[in-house]
């Protein structure tokens, strides 16, 4: 390796934001945060969504209802479409 073209990697506290849940990673990201645990200093990243807050790994995952949506989006525009159709055939 080459000196001095490599970022410096150090222990790094990420804080997820929704429920404060916190992981130490060796990471090179740069912070103006602290935070001190046990007696050492680390700096800290907040984050918006980790694995213990994304609901694909908590179970709390939607599945979207697809047939719904169209039979929806149908209902909605399904008369404008069909006298579009029409128009078309005629000219």
């Given at each position: 390796?080459?000196?001095?073209?490599?970022?410096?990697?150090?222990?790094?506290?990420?804080?997820?934001?929704?429920?404060?849940?916190?992981?130490?990673?060796?990471?090179a990201?740069?912070?103006?945060?602290?935070?001190?645990?046990?007696?050492?200093?680390?700096p800290?990243?907040?984050?918006?969504?980790?694995?213990?807050?994304?609901?694909?790994?908590?179970?709390?995952?939607?599945?979207?209802?697809?047939?719904?949506?169209?039979?929806?989006?149908?209902?909605?525009f399904?008369?404008?479409?069909?006298?579009?159709?029409?128009?078309?055939?005629?000219?």
């Amino acid at each position: 390796m080459k000196a001095e073209i490599h970022p410096e990697v150090r222990p790094v506290i990420f804080q997820d934001s929704v429920n404060g849940c916190m992981y130490r990673i060796d990471s090179a990201v740069e912070s103006r945060e602290t935070i001190t645990i046990e007696g050492q200093e680390y700096p800290l990243v907040k984050v918006d969504v980790t694995s213990s807050s994304h609901p694909f790994y908590t179970g709390n995952q939607r599945i979207m209802d697809t047939a719904g949506r169209v039979e929806k989006f149908g209902s909605k525009f399904g008369a404008n479409l069909s006298r579009l159709a029409k128009k078309k055939g005629k000219a």
